[in-house]
């Protein structure tokens, strides 16, 4: 399986589409809500019936019985992963893992992963706005045990924290890294990122990748490079 999932930030289903036909085999990709809320869920099914795998990034946090519906009724996509917030609590995630199976198809329930903290947010942000004064990692680490607790299958973390998640919550407990950027790429708007060769070297199992794969003068061989740096090629 691909430890890359390309993001398919894009505005119009034309850049999708012609984004994807660069490559020729089934690759890992991220649907967030730029693309489903433009275009609903049928670019979901039109990209799962060309073959890609698909982690859907829709970041779900309300009250549970509204995210049991709301995740059996996504498990019917027959999306590959979908997230939720941890910040909703014990009883929510619970909860999405039940309307997963409810939904699943063929007996088969996608994997579920919670966002622990965004990587857009910093130390300061947490502790001035989110009013957490606690250091970022002991929370993001505290909210990974809550995940596992709860049934999820791994969390939504940075490069920075992979590791001791992993050592917190068990090797089979899913890391899964957004702001990897290769060495001469911008940050933007994420402040904790790093470099896939970094990714794999602090144990992350499946990382996010977006413009620098799909700003690339060639998508294809810079996706390939990746992926031979995170299978240790």
Not at 10 to 22: A, H, N, Q
Not at 97 to 105: D, F, K, N
Request: with cysteine; charged share 25%; aromatic share 6%.
């Amino acid at each position: 399986m691909s430890k890359t999932i390309v993001a398919l930030d894009f505005s119009t289903r034309k850049e999708v589409y012609e984004f994807l036909l660069k490559f020729n085999e089934p690759i890992y990709v991220k649907i967030g809500m730029e693309l489903t809320y433009s275009f609903g869920f049928e670019i979901v099914r039109e990209i799962k019936a060309m073959g890609h795998k698909i982690f859907l990034d829709l970041k779900l946090h309300d009250i549970p019985n509204t995210v049991k519906q709301a995740m059996k009724n996504l498990a019917k996509l027959d999306v590959d992963i979908v997230n939720l917030h941890c910040a909703g609590g014990s009883t929510m995630m619970k909860a999405a893992i039940e309307g997963l199976h409810e939904g699943a198809v063929n007996g088969k329930r996608p994997l579920c992963i919670g966002v622990t903290q965004l990587t857009s947010t910093s130390q300061e942000a947490m502790e001035k706005e989110l009013l957490i004064e606690r250091d970022l990692k002991e929370v993001v680490i505290a909210y990974a045990k809550l995940a596992k607790e709860s049934g999820l299958d791994g969390v939504v973390c940075s490069v920075l924290e992979a590791k001791a998640i992993h050592e917190a919550c068990g090797e089979d407990f899913l890391t899964v890294t957004p702001g990897i950027r290769l060495a001469t790429d911008s940050k933007d708007d994420q402040k904790r990122v790093a470099t896939p060769e970094v990714a794999k070297e602090e144990g992350c199992d499946l990382i996010v990748v977006g413009r620098s794969i799909t700003k690339s003068a060639d998508p294809l061989a810079t996706y390939h490079q990746i992926e031979a740096v995170m299978e240790g090629k």
